[in-house]
């Protein structure tokens, strides 16, 4: 199985910067991207960033050129930079780790964190 921590969640002003990390531990052969989503309070869970083991990367509409995704492979750990962040960005993060079948496993592998709280005050 793989593990997934996240940390750097906390309060931050409206404006200010934020950097999140997710360690990846386990069988983490099985991942070729890794992301990060939220769900901000009475709404959805939806998808902030990704980046694949290439180093390809997408963001929401809403954060980008806000957000930055970034991964260390020696260290398998991806991060999320995140400046002039808004009220709208609170929400509780959650680092996913992603890998398509394989040969011997039929399903997709979808991995996620315990999540870490982000409070942006107005």
């Known amino acids: 199985q793989v593990q997934l921590v996240e940390s750097g969640g906390g309060l931050v002003q409206a404006g200010g910067s934020l950097g999140l990390s997710c360690a990846a531990s386990?069988?983490?052969?099985?991942?070729?991207?890794m992301g990060w989503y939220r769900q901000p309070p009475g709404k959805q869970r939806e998808l902030v960033a990704r980046?694949?083991?290439?180093?390809?990367?997408n963001y929401a509409d809403s954060v980008k050129g806000r957000f930055t995704i970034s991964r260390d492979n020696a260290k398998n750990t991806v991060y999320l930079q995140m400046n002039s962040l808004k009220p709208e960005d609170t929400a509780v993060y959650y680092c996913?780790?992603?890998?398509?079948?394989?040969?011997?496993?039929?399903?997709?592998?979808?991995?996620w964190g315990q999540g870490t709280q982000v409070t942006v005050s107005s």
């Open positions: 980046i694949t083991n290439g180093g390809s990367t």
């Open positions: 386990g069988s983490i052969f099985s991942i070729n991207a």
């Open positions: 996913n780790g992603w890998g398509p079948p394989k040969l011997g496993h039929p399903y997709e592998y979808n991995y």
